[in-house]
């Protein structure tokens, strides 16, 4: 897989070289604030598959098991784009709806579906935790 995508107004813009590791759906607190809807979806790749251009600001949190998640958005939009986590430095997560083409996206699991909002529905087949 080759892919692109960049946030809304195109200061920042990354090309993906590779398949995720992961692709998940979270309803935490922090994806349904920080997204301002029901949840978040990320596709997660080897950081060194990743090109970013452009700069994008960043805010640090502590995740429920205790390492540090830091999100990185567009200074200029506030388009969320990017999550790194502590615990896994080699990897980073990608919104995936910044993708120019996000056809290829299936999560593997929903999580924090306890959170879930009741008007955010979600498929039925997709494993929940
Ligand atoms: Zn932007
Ligand atoms: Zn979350």
Known sequence: MHSSGHCHCGAVSFTVKGEPARMAQCHCNACRRTTGTGHNVQAFF?????????????YESTADSGS???????????????????????????????????SWFS???????????????????????
């Open 107 to 129: 999560p593997q699991a929903i999580v924090y579906s306890a959170e879930r909002p009741v008007w955010d529905f979600v498929d039925p087949d997709v494993e929940m935790k």
């Open 46 to 58: 080897p950081r060194d598959l990743v090109t970013i251009t452009g700069e994008t600001k960043s």
């Open 68 to 102: 540090t998640r830091r999100r990185h958005f567009c200074p200029t939009c506030g388009s969320r784009l990017f999550s790194d986590n502590s615990r896994n430095p080699g990897m980073i997560g990608i919104a995936v709806g910044s993708f120019d083409d996000s």
